[in-house]
């Protein structure tokens, strides 16, 4: 637990932790983007059955241009219970009659109607296309929109699951150079998948290599950074990931169609490989595996970025010897990942990790991924999204300074929890104030996931803090591809996925009382550092209550 000594040694929080953090977060604030991709590429503009009369040229010019659109309209699709075009059924043979009568016809119920047999016209006044008017996901098929959601974050779990472990076992800039190349390759071919199969395999892979980009970037962070900046640094790339939905929002405004939207998304990745070369190593990653020459090469490389003179003479393979002696031989035995069940400790602080991220992303995801649910103006709410999670990151930071990890999620879980169960009792023409309601909430979200993943790199040791993250990422990810899943549940109730979202918000802040604090902890190195924790904190306790005792 000594490495932050080393880091004090070569400059602390310098100019190359600050251009290490610079690179990580605009890789975040193109990446995140991605997961909500699907926001604009698969919404479902407004929609009605193709029928002969309306839709045929010929038809429409020749035999009823004496007669308006609506009125052919009227006579073509039936109404729904709230007196709008059905989006789903049209009138088997067209009913004249209806253009003689000034009120609703009484039995509309009784006329023979089916399905939109030769297919949908869509309303392109928002997207001139999507993945919905371009394979056509709508009414028997609108379920399939949630499986193309659910592909990606599927692939997120799968991802989370393997790279979690070959980040432990070939490093953080190894596995994030390998994952960026295979994502901008994923995503440019969804851009012109010819079918809806070949784009969900795409749009999986990507997923596949996207939680592993997001989760090294961490990593590489917060190793490489003094504890009194690691919150500063994981907030600093939450608020990049919120530019990057601001970003988004605007960019569909300006794009609508999704081919173009999605390339012009993915072209920068590229770029950002081609950059990542320069990236540095993360040398506690270096140190606690043994590579001790690699280690201080790393080290000696940021001392001299940072303007420390004579690094040479200070950082010898002696000083790093004896100030990671512990941590060193400690490495020579790689833990396997069943380790981390092995001892109570070690098992309990996983498990409530793990339970507390998936109870935070399922609400988080079932805002983020259903804006259209919300509100008419998806590009608004994208936008106001983003926005308020800046100064909810920065109320984060805030929070996990002054008041703690514990106490800081506990209040930003139940807000949340409380905001989602607000939405449901606000009637959809209330726009206005189920966008501030929303908004609050995205923002809450947020700043749970800060305290969340502050938290969990925090309580894990570095020796297997990679497959630690990706085992909590997984529990994760497995709530957040069921977040897609839930909306489907609308079909019983339009407000039920809601109030589960705001129970999962409010169960995660209840787990969250059985987690140790770790505001101004040094991190972990080993297994046995947290077991020891737990036997200091046992002997402190012990010690206090002794002293209370010879008091009287």
């Known amino acids: 637990m000594a490495f932050h000594q080393l880091l004090e040694q070569v400059g602390g929080m310098g100019k190359f932790q600050g251009f290490q953090l610079a690179f990580l977060s605009i890789s975040i604030f193109l990446v995140y983007p991605h997961i909500l991709l699907e926001n604009f590429t698969a919404a479902a503009p407004g929609h009605r059955c193709w029928v002969h009369i309306l839709d045929n040229d010929t038809v429409s010019a020749n035999s009823t241009g004496i007669h308006s659109q609506d009125s052919l309209l009227r006579i073509s699709i039936p109404l729904d219970s709230n ?21 609703t016809f009484s039995n509309m119920s009784e006329l023979d109607t089916e399905p939109c047999v030769d297919g949908w016209v869509y309303d392109q006044s928002s997207f001139s296309s999507t993945i919905v008017t371009e394979w056509d996901l709508v009414c028997e098929s609108q379920s399939l ?29 190894l596995i994030f150079r390998w ?3 295979q994502f901008a390759i994923a995503d440019f071919c969804a851009s012109f998948a ?7 395999l795409l749009r999986f892979w990507a997923g596949f290599c996207a939680n592993s980009l997001l989760a090294n970037s961490i990593l590489l962070i917060i190793e490489w950074t003094t504890p009194r900046f690691q919150a500063l640094g994981m907030a600093v790339c939450m608020c990049f990931s919120s530019v990057g939905q601001m970003f988004l929002g605007g960019l569909a405004f300006v794009i609508r169609d999704w081919h173009i939207l999605q390339l012009v998304l993915t072209t920068p990745l590229f770029v950002l490989f081609l950059a990542s070369r320069w990236l540095a190593e993360s040398a506690r990653w270096l140190i606690i595996t043994n590579k001790l020459e690699e280690g201080l090469k790393e080290l000696r490389r940021a001392a001299h970025r940072n303007g420390i003179k004579n690094a040479g003479d200070s950082l010898t393979m002696e000083v790093l010897r004896s100030t990671m002696q512990d941590e060193v031989e400690a490495a020579k035995i790689r833990p396997p990942v069943c380790d981390l069940f092995r001892t109570s400790n070690m098992r309990k602080r996983i498990c409530l990790l793990s339970l507390v991220r998936f109870a935070i992303l399922v609400p988080f995801y079932g805002l983020a991924l259903h804006i259209q649910y919300l509100g008419s103006n998806i590009f608004l709410f994208q936008a106001l999204f983003g926005i308020v999670n800046l100064p909810a990151n920065y109320v984060a930071l805030l929070a996990l300074n002054h008041l703690g990890r514990r106490v800081s999620q506990v209040i930003f879980t139940f807000l ?10 606000v009637p959809p023409e ?5 966008m501030a309601l929303s908004t609050l909430g995205a923002g809450f979200s947020s700043a749970s996931i800060v305290c969340s993943c502050v938290q969990g790199n925090e309580l894990t040791p570095t020796v297997i803090r990679a497959t630690a993250t990706g085992i909590i990422a997984i529990i994760g990810n497995i709530g957040a591809a069921l977040a897609p899943l839930l909306m489907i549940l609308t079909v019983y109730s339009p407000h039920l996925p809601w109030i589960i979202y705001a129970v999962f918000s409010i169960l995660a802040g209840l787990l969250v009382f059985f987690l140790p604090e770790s505001r101004n902890q040094l991190l972990p190195d080993s297994i046995q550092d947290v077991e020891n924790e737990k036997k200091g904190s046992r002997e402190a306790k012990q010690e206090d209550i002794s002293m209370k005792v010879t008091q009287f």
């Open 83 to 103: 007196l709008r075009p059905e989006k789903c059924r049209r009138f088997l043979h067209t009913q004249w009659q209806l253009l003689h009568l000034n009120g």
């Open 194 to 200: 010819p079918t809806l199969l070949i784009y969900c």
């Open 430 to 434: 209330m726009q206005t104030l189920r």
């Open 145 to 173: 929109k949630s499986m193309v959601k659910f592909s990606f974050m599927a692939g997120m779990l799968l991802g989370s699951i393997i790279y979690g472990h070959l980040s432990d076992r070939f490093g953080r800039k």
């Open 179 to 181: 994952c960026l190349p």
């Open 416 to 425: 949340m929890g409380i905001f989602i169960l607000a939405i449901t009792a």
